[in-house]
Nanobody, 121 residues
């Protein structure tokens, strides 16, 4: 089965930067979109950013201008560059992907394991 492996989480000071990556474990997984969600303590999970196979992107308003989502199609990997981090960004970040697998190329949705981002002085 396809798995998403996340990396890049950690602790950072306000104003700092981190880069998350998420790689699909199988090259036969044809990605339709990949995105990032986050869940802060006591709050519901929210969509942070997504990128389609065509390269179009969407962001939640609170991160526009600070976060950038990108992808490397050859590696089936999505990245989230997070700049000007704020304490409010503290959350567990989850990678999410919708893709197709052979032979019928039916769609499946896959979640990463989550990685913790903590923004504190």
């Amino acid at each position: 089965q396809v798995q998403l492996v996340e990396s890049g989480g950690g602790l950072v000071q306000p104003g700092g930067s981190l880069r998350l990556s998420c790689a699909a474990s199988r090259s036969t997984f044809s990605i339709i979109y990949m995105g990032w969600y986050r869940q802060a303590p006591g709050k519901q999970r929210e969509l942070v950013a997504l990128i389609s196979s065509a390269g179009s992107t969407n962001y939640v308003d609170s991160v526009k201008g600070r976060f950038t989502i990108s992808r490397d199609n050859a590696k089936n990997t999505v990245y989230l560059q997070m700049n000007s981090l704020k304490p409010e960004d503290t959350a567990v970040y989850y990678c999410n992907a919708l893709g197709a697998t052979p032979p019928q190329y039916s769609n499946i949705e896959v979640w990463g394991q989550g990685t913790l981002i903590t923004v504190v002085s």
